[in-house]
């Protein structure tokens, strides 16, 4: 019973990201909850698990083709699938630490002070 409760608290992965960037989204927001609440940890969220998805698809590409490839005149080339997983590697670092920094203030947050009693004390 109580587990159904957390899982009706935690923010849900955005409907447009594709199975696979779903799935990351939810294992992302399980290591940065407070971030999942707050509108800019979730954006950095999406794009996290977007570059995640793509920086798979180009391992898996250099993983099947090699990092060298025949250009247009014959000559070899580098792939350029080792460009977009340099990049994406990149970009999930950025979004990682925005995540990390949100996760921290958060943690850091300090609630308001109510005074008690009247004007004098």
């Known amino acids: ?12 992965p955005p ?14 927001a399980l290591r940065f909850p407070e971030a999942a609440k707050d509108p800019a940890g979730q954006e950095s969220l999406v794009m996290f698990s977007t570059q995640a998805v793509r920086w798979q698809e180009a391992e898996k590409q250099i993983v099947e083709n ?11 080339m580098e792939s ?3 460009k ?13 630490k925005t995540l990390q ?4 203030a958060k943690a850091t947050e300090v609630p308001a002070l109510t005074r ?3 004007e004098d004390e």
């Not at 019973?1 to 849900?12: A, E, H, N, T, Y």
């Not at 409907?15 to 992302?28: D, I, M, Y």
């Open 80 to 82: 350029p699938w080792v």
């Open 15 to 28: 409907g447009h990201l594709c199975r696979e960037a779903r799935a990351e989204w939810s294992r992302v």
């Open 1 to 12: 019973m109580k587990r159904r409760r957390v899982r009706q608290l935690r923010p849900k």
């Open 101 to 104: 920094k949100i996760e921290s």
């Open 116 to 118: 008690i009693g009247g």
């Open 66 to 76: 090699g990092t060298l490839i025949a250009g247009p005149n014959g000559q070899l």
């Open 84 to 96: 977009i997983a340099n990049a994406s590697q990149r970009l999930m670092n950025l979004h990682l």
